[in-house]
């Protein structure tokens, strides 16, 4: 008797893949074949579809998603079209009467309803096991779950709940089974990572859970994530600065500068802090790269106030930055108080100066590590180049580093390399023999 084949489809951030490679190994343990993102003909008999519900251009990228795989249905492709995560935990009873051609509807993580619908029987899998699809030598490593922040723009709290550490044990324990399978950096995420064991422990204990699992053999970088400005431990950042294992990088979502709108977007932080702030942690771990998100076109955000946004990324140079345009969401606060009064091209026009003028600095800021020596760890080759990244680049969304191929080089491990070049966004570099 063949196995039921389940190709797994997950959209929208890394959280979201964690939770898919915690369904594909539930499958697997349970008989199934389990695939990833494999294409229509494959011939799966059930694809589920791991949906995105944060902001307008992910919502609507999950609904087309569904809509091809209910077309690859008709045609024969697939038998049954599931769909589970953010966008079917908020939507719950309104998309299963728009979209009826959908077999199964779950929530976000209803990972035991999925594998039971499949199989009347099957194994208990570990809480922290999972396959991982992204290259075998990192993985992303989820320490909390929802959010208690309740930012007014933001609808994460309402798709996910209050926050909720992991047990450390548990943290470490996955870590320890992750490196037996040969990786070797670990990309920490949470919604919202410096509020971790606050809840379980009593205190923010981010730093402690750093220390020990940088303590583990086989560990060589811890990378971290979507930490919060206000209420920063500053313990952390004697870990980052101390223990080599951790990554000089730091990715912290700072959204405004302008007192008015961070007090709109109840960000629980002044402009002043956010400033004390990053010159605490700049003295504090030298060489660190900061990486920020911003928001343009928020209700209230004049001119005066997006040229605030302006000087101060001008001021604080961020080796990197990502930004987007403000877009009103369902329930959320902003979306009950506030009018979405931005034109849709004013948006796009601060848009656009706002990544130009981070264009500028990233240049001149790439320039800057000509000569310098990097240890890379290598992701993959192409034809001219060995493609690797370095304790600053972060997968998919960071800069990488084009190794030319003077001498063999193998994927997943790392090299010394000099940097000769240099990109806005690539660095081009020879290994040191």
């Known amino acids: 008797m063949s196995k039921t084949k389940v190709n797994v489809i997950s959209l929208g951030c890394s959280k979201n893949l964690i939770d898919a490679e915690r369904l594909m190994r539930m499958l697997d343990d349970a008989g199934c074949v389990a695939g990833f993102e494999c294409p229509v003909d494959w011939g799966a008999d059930l694809v589920v579809i791991n949906t995105c519900g944060f902001i307008g251009d992910a919502k609507e990228e999950s609904i087309d998603t569904i809509l091809n795989w209910i077309k690859a249905k008709n045609e024969g492709f697939v038998k049954e079209v ?3 995560g953010c966008l079917s935990e908020r939507y719950r009873k309104e998309l299963p009467i728009e979209i009826e051609e959908v ?6 993580y209803d990972w035991t309803g999925i594998v039971s619908h499949i199989m009347a029987k099957h194994p208990a899998s570990a809480r922290y096991d999972r396959i991982i699809t992204t290259p075998r030598h990192h993985a992303y490593l989820k320490i909390a779950e929802g959010c208690n922040r309740f930012c007014a723009f933001c609808a994460i709290p309402l798709i996910t709940g209050r926050f909720h550490s992991r047990p450390i044990e548990e943290i470490e324990a996955e870590v320890k089974l992750m490196v037996s399978r040969g990786v070797k950096e670990f990309n920490i995420i949470a919604q919202e990572l410096t509020s971790y064991g606050l809840d379980l422990y009593g205190h923010r204990c981010l730093a402690d859970l750093i220390r020990r699992l940088a303590k583990i053999e086989g560990v060589e970088w811890l990378r971290l994530h979507y930490a919060y400005p206000a209420e920063f431990p500053l313990e952390l950042l004697d870990v980052m600065a101390n223990e080599p294992k951790v990554c000089k990088y730091l990715d912290i979502a700072l959204q405004h500068i302008s007192d008015k709108v961070l007090m709109g977007m109840r960000r629980h932080i002044t402009g002043k802090e956010t400033r004390a702030l990053l010159e605490k942690i700049r003295a504090r771990v030298p060489g660190i790269h900061i990486r920020t998100t911003l928001m343009v076109g928020y209700p ?3 001119e005066k106030e997006f040229e605030e946004l302006m000087e101060f990324v001008r001021e604080q140079r961020f080796e990197r930055m990502g930004a987007f ?3 009103e969401e369902d ?4 979306a009950k108080t506030f009018v979405d009064e931005v034109p849709e091209e004013v948006k796009q026009s601060r848009l656009d100066r706002l990544m130009a003028l981070q264009e500028e600095i990233s240049t001149e ?20 180049y060995y493609v690797g990244r370095s304790q600053y680049d972060s997968p998919e969304v960071d800069p990488e580093v084009l190794i030319k191929k003077t001498q063999q080089l193998t994927k997943g491990e790392f090299c010394n390399v000099v940097i000769t070049e240099a990109m806005p966004f690539e660095l081009i570099g020879e290994p040191l023999l």
Request: include cysteine.
């Open 365 to 384: 800021l790439q320039q800057s590590k000509v000569g310098q020596h990097l240890k890379v760890i290598i992701d993959r080759e192409e034809e001219d």
């Open 325 to 327: 345009a403000y877009c």
């Open 82 to 84: 599931c769909v589970m």
């Open 300 to 302: 209230g955000e004049t």
């Open 103 to 108: 077999d199964l509807w779950f929530g976000k």
């Open 331 to 334: 329930d959320t606060i902003a």
